[in-house]
């Protein structure tokens, strides 16, 4: 580290003509002008010392005292060395924001499996994800089948969809989205549809693709009430500055990192739009706000990542914003990928386990278990409970769903943190809502906003089990109801979870068989043991 000493130094060789480059780059580490004083700026950001004071015809320096000609000079120096110009020259933008960039690079899933010292980068298990862009929200009409029950959350209104690829070249790099030419775009889904996933893709693209680019990840959760442009301001461009072995931000690269805003290079990746934290109680609403008073955003380019259940909300006022859903998984080709990389991403490969759960997938009568995994956190589940096993699940699909939804509590506990009495009371209620709903509603899985209420409460109140079902996602709006296109219409996380939360709502077996031999046409009478395709109601209740 220099000291305040080697500086003057430096100054009485620039005014001897013996100074070099590196020289010069050593006074924009070490100094900094502030309201006419020169000050040593410590590499540990702990203290900065006033060496020097620049008056109007002369300038000290230490113990030295320049007049006339020096004077001009060495305010000649000062003003080139400590140029904004010189900071943006100095500090490589593109290549540091990639370099944060790529520390950033972790799954979602990794608070899940690392208690099992699993973790993985992005790039280990990534398969590209498909994107349709949204014309406005699904018109419901019909039920569907729980061995298809992915189709509840495919669009109703498509207008074009894109293979990963034909995205970023059609709509990020020559901008051809409808309303914001590729600089607004909202990336939205279920819970564990691959969002960030596929934002990081996104963010590592635009790093490496175009030109001067700074790619800027930001998870909405880390801003805690603060703004965006303070938190890009002081938090991001600190890390940026550590970087370059400096513990402060002088004005100097506050300003040349505007600059970047300004010059249009600038990509803000905001994740996470839900998991934005108080003070705001309207995260869609408050990102509109900060884009439209002008300054840094604005000047930005924007993709963010969104739930449904926010985006469809009757909040959303970032209706500049073009909108595009993920799609989920092929099966059996990129079902059967995924699987093949997360095995063989293991510390240990487990090449044999990942060949053993592609074949139990192809068994006849896993239909459900086919359908559920086309999303990317359930498949992570199922992968993660079949290395568990080493090689094998649970017996039963009982007990494979029961590992499932402890595992999804987790996976939330960081955003949405619950106590188990409010899991208990969650599962009783969402169990006797699904049981109602399978066995008394016209559409057994496209549930309406007002059935919900009687058994789970209005959404805005206070305690409410409808609003803690949505933020864990348990509950997912899937658009609105074809006849009465203001009601909203639901459905759960998948319909397999609907089943296994109305089994566990059943305590009496006669639930499922109650003959009458002598009248069986009687009212009393129910015979929902041959009604249900589902063998999930009878391994939980009936030993099987």
Known sequence: MKT???????????????????????????????????????????????????????????????????????????QEVLSPQNFQKEVDWHSLSKEILEEQQRLTTNPLTSI????????????????????????????VLPEQGSALYEETEVTQQFAHQDFLEQVLRQGQSPKSKGKRIAIIGEPGAGKTTLLQQIAGWVAQEIEEAMAIWVPLADLRGQELEPYLLERWLQAIIRKIGQAEVPPEIKDAFVAQFQQGRVWLLLDGTDEMQAPFSNSLREIERQVRIGGLLSQARILLTCRLNLWDSNC????????????????????????????????EEQGTQAEQLCAALKVPAKERIRDLVKNPLRLTMLCFNCYLGEGTLPETKAGLYEQFVADFYEWKREQFSTTAEQRRRLNAGLGELAREAIDKEETRFRLRHDFLCKFLGEPDEPNSLFQLALQLGWLNK?????????????????????????????????????????NPSHSDATYRLFQITNVSFQQVHLGK
């Open 478 to 518: 899937v658009g609105v109801d074809v006849q009465v296109p203001r009601k909203a219409v639901y459905a759960f996380f998948h319909p397999t979870f609907q089943e296994y939360f109305a089994a566990l709502a059943i305590n009496d077996s006669q639930y499922f068989l109650t003959h009458i031999p002598e």
């Open 316 to 347: 959303n006022t970032l209706d500049t914003f073009d909108t595009y859903r993920t799609l989920e998984f092929a099966y059996p080709q990129q079902v059967e990928q995924f699987i093949g990389q997360w095995f063989r991403a293991l510390p």
């Open 116 to 143: 099992e010292g699993i973790a993985y980068r992005t790039e280990q298990v990534y398969v590209p994800l498909g994107l349709v862009e949204r014309k406005r929200q699904s018109r419901r009409r019909e039920d």
């Open 4 to 78: 305040p000493d080697e500086l003057i130094a430096i100054f009485d060789r620039i005014l001897l003509g013996n100074s070099s480059q590196e020289e010069a780059t050593v006074l924009r580490q070490y100094l900094r002008m502030s309201s006419g004083s020169l000050q040593f700026v410590s590499q540990d950001g702990k203290f900065n010392t006033n060496i020097g004071q620049v008056q109007a015809g002369e300038i000290h320096i230490g113990d030295r005292h320049y007049q006339g000609v020096d004077a001009e000079s060495i305010r000649a120096i000062l």
